[in-house]
């Protein structure tokens, strides 16, 4: 979790003359979403990309259609963007003066940097000490931890409203919190469903940028439980939220994972956490209490 929804513009112009170019919501983006907007310049336009979080991201610039039309780079086109700053990702011209130029672009961003390089460490077990915990999904779990973003992910059964700490110190890269919990789960809902698809988008979370361009994602939250700020930093052990049940989930619980960016998809890594090592593959499995950090 989880691909920044994907951005839409369209132009349709007579002519090259100066243009405002709104950008469309595409479906239901976060406000953390990337933005495209497209500049006039002396001899066609330029597609910016406006990166807005408190973390890199990686964009690509594509057609959706086109007419009359070239781009430099050709498109598909890839940026890294820091953290709230902008960039050019393609300049465009007319192929021919005197016919219209009309062309759709879609943007889609990825968080994180794709040259980042993980460290080895050791992560604090995200509950407090007197929490009971039972993992209720481990690495390679079958229900969901089936893919690249969530292979090496951990589902914490925990009841909604337990507090939720820093696994790691960091800068807070992306906070959504304003989706409801999930209705008592139907089977007819599962993986491969229409409706459970749409719940993968519809979690709330945490994202954690750290200082080796690592991420950590505390996902599934309740409603409204971030209690930290996009751009805030925290320290290992501070309160960052509330646990919940949203997004494709079968009970309360929560869904934490490490992840890089790497090459506009989400990867998650395995990982060291203290009291529960070595991490299960599957269900079931208890873990004790946090031991002494490295």
């Known amino acids: 979790m989880s691909l920044l929804a994907p951005v839409v513009i369209a132009l349709a112009l007579p002519s090259l003359a100066p243009v405002n170019a709104a950008t469309p919501?595409?479906?239901?983006?976060d406000s953390c979403a990337a933005?495209?907007?497209?500049e006039a310049t002396d001899d066609g336009y330029h597609a910016w990309a406006d990166?807005?979080?408190?973390?890199?991201i990686e964009v690509r610039l594509r057609y959706r259609q086109r007419h009359n039309t070239v781009s430099s780079p050709a498109l598909p086109a890839r940026a890294t963007i820091p953290a709230g700053s902008s960039v050019v990702v393609a300049a465009f011209r007319v192929a021919d003066p005197s016919r219209p130029v009309d062309f759709d672009l879609i943007l889609d961003s990825?968080?994180?940097?794709?040259?980042?390089?993980p460290r080895d460490v050791t992560y604090?077990?995200?509950?407090?000490k007197d929490t009971p915990v039972m993992i209720d999904q481990g690495f390679a779990g079958s229900f969901s931890h089936d893919d690249d973003e969530n292979r090496y992910a951990i589902d914490f059964a925990v009841p909604v409203g337990t507090a939720v700490l820093a696994a790691r110190d960091g800068v807070v890269m992306q906070v959504i919190d304003r989706y409801p919990d999930t209705p008592r789960n139907n089977p007819a809902e599962h993986r491969?469903?229409?409706?459970?698809?749409t719940r993968l988008r519809n979690a709330n979370l945490v994202r954690i940028l750290h200082d080796d361009g690592s991420m950590a994602v505390y996902a599934h939250?309740?409603?409204?439980?971030a209690v930290v700020a996009q751009g805030q930093r925290v320290r290992t052990g501070q309160h960052i939220g509330?646990?919940?049940?949203?997004?494709?989930?079968t009970g309360p619980h929560l869904h934490f994972a490490v992840q890089v960016n790497r090459g506009m998809r989400l990867v998650s890594l395995p990982f060291r956490m203290e009291g529960a090592s070595p991490i299960p593959s599957d269900s079931g499995a208890s873990v004790g209490e946090p031991g002494q950090r490295e």
């Open 35 to 38: 933005r495209v907007r497209i």
């Open 192 to 197: 491969g469903a229409g409706p459970a698809d």
């Open 221 to 225: 939250l309740q409603r409204g439980g």
């Open 110 to 117: 990825v968080p994180g940097n794709p040259s980042a390089q």
């Open 242 to 249: 509330w646990s919940g049940n949203t997004g494709f989930s």
């Open 51 to 56: 990166n807005p979080l408190p973390g890199p």
């Open 25 to 29: 919501t595409a479906g239901a983006p």
């Open 124 to 128: 604090l077990l995200p509950l407090t």
